[in-house]
């Protein structure tokens, strides 16, 4: 049986897909693990799923997101524009608070520590602070991972506010720098706000990363390291 939330999700898409031109509108929360939405759609009927951290969102912002997709539909994949109200309770406490935990726990490759074999990831945060390279980013959840990614050596959910830094990097034999880097690169993305979503790593990106003093060097360790097919010893 469906919840009340559930119903009601139902309702607020079936509206305003109808004023784009929608008959047939079916919407329900589905449990991914990032915050996304998808849909498929055919002549003028559209299913979509809706990403269940939204569902305890009240009915004005479900409105909101449900404009927001629909018109990112009809524009043919161009971008959300998030209105005020939506980003706001995207970047709320309460957001955290009720969602977080459940992000943790679909997220299977993080160890949920930011303590590792050799280097402790606050610490780092904190060399960071001190130079002046970051602003206060203490509210953020910082973990290593559980596998050793060679590619992929950082990663960070934006609206989450998690970090997440390769174990491959938790190493006496690498430079404590490489990590360091690494932690700053996905701490920017934080201090960037829900733009990093949609900027990435444009031209004021890239020349803050590059404020970091060993960026050089930590950028030819990384490529080092991505080709490694084995764990640092």
Known sequence: MKSEKDLTVGEVFRSVG??????DVQARFYPFKEFKSTWCRNGQRAELRISDYL???????LEDFARCLFARISNRGRREVYTDRLRTWLQSQEFIVRNRPLYLERSRNLTLSPTGRVLDLRNIRANLKDKGLIEDSSDAFL???????????????????????????DTGSMPDYVAE????????????????????????????????????????????????????P
């Open 143 to 169: 973990s290593w991972t559980v596998c050793g990614n060679v590619h992929r050596v950082g990663y960070c959910s934006v609206i989450m506010r998690v970090i997440a830094v390769s174990s491959m990097l």
């Open 55 to 61: 569902r305890w969102a009240d009915d004005a912002i």
């Open 181 to 232: 880097y690494v932690l700053y690169h996905e701490i920017l993305h934080l201090e960037s706000g829900l733009g990093s979503l949609f900027s990435g790593h444009g031209r004021e990106f890239r020349m803050r990363e590059k404020m970091h003093p060993k960026w050089r060097e930590a950028d030819e360790w990384l490529k080092k390291v991505a080709s490694m097919r084995a764990p640092v």
């Open 18 to 23: 109808n004023e784009h031109g929608y008959d």
